[in-house]
């Protein structure tokens, strides 16, 4: 089955500008994650959605935000970007059935802030 | 504050050698440990897992071993092959939190 498919595959944006990233989950997958990449700092947790609803929230600003739709299809959206964004922006599926199982990652989303 | 740290940022292992990646935490409401693989320009795979219930857990070479005293887990690879050289990331989860927390990776070249 297909996997997680994250759109577009790299962007470039201006310094204050807004972005909206995609990620369509695989099919059955209700949970989609993201996360923010960055040299040297691992893959920090920005936020979860579960049946359209956001169930955890990382330590990020409010710039960042979230949605799902009713088909588990997640995109996030950065606000009035800085530099600092610039970034890998991965997303990850699970099934959800039971919370020790594992999360599988698109390819992400390659962000340059200039 | 790091809850989950890989305190080595390389490793360089010959080929058909043991490779031995490891892995610290701080948060004992940790109760599952996974292992991911990442290649340049690519998202992570999931590699393997253990959970807190178990010591240890083997899938082909991969064999994760968990010390729960310790808050310690480690991933070994044998024999270690070239095509295993990419960025290691060590997460944990604690319980019904669907967040993963992870390391900030270690970068692994098995040299042929």
């Known amino acids: 089955k297909a996997g997680v498919t994250q759109t577009p595959r790299y962007l470039i944006k201006t310094r204050g500008q807004q972005v909206t990233l995609s990620c369509s989950p695989i099919s059955g997958h209700r949970s989609v994650s993201w996360y923010q990449q960055t040299p040297g700092q691992g893959l920090q947790f920005l936020f979860e959605?579960?049946?359209?609803?956001?169930?955890n929230k990382g330590n990020f600003p409010g710039r960042f935000s979230g949605r799902q739709f009713s088909n588990s299809r997640s995109e996030m959206n950065v606000s009035t970007l800085e530099l600092g964004d610039s970034a890998l922006y991965l997303c990850a599926s699970s099934t959800r059935q039971g919370a020790n199982t594992e999360a599988f990652f698109g390819q992400g989303t390659r962000l340059t802030v200039v | 504050d790091q809850q989950v740290k890989q305190n080595s940022p390389s490793l360089s292992v010959q080929e058909g050698r043991i490779s031995i990646l490891n892995c610290d935490y701080t948060n004992s409401m940790f109760d599952y440990f996974l292992w991911y693989k990442k290649y340049p320009a690519e998202g992570p795979t999931f590699l393997i897992s253990?959970?807190?219930?178990?010591d240890k857990n083997e899938d082909g070479r991969f064999t994760v071993f968990l010390n729960k005293s310790a808050k310690h887990l480690s991933l070994h690879i044998v024999p270690s092959q070239p095509g295993d050289s990419a960025v290691y990331f060590c997460a944990a989860s604690d319980g019904s939190a669907r967040q993963l927390t992870f390391g900030s990776g270690t970068q692994l070249t098995v040299l042929p």
């Open positions: 959605y579960f049946s359209e609803t956001q169930r």
């Open positions: 253990i959970s807190s219930i178990k």
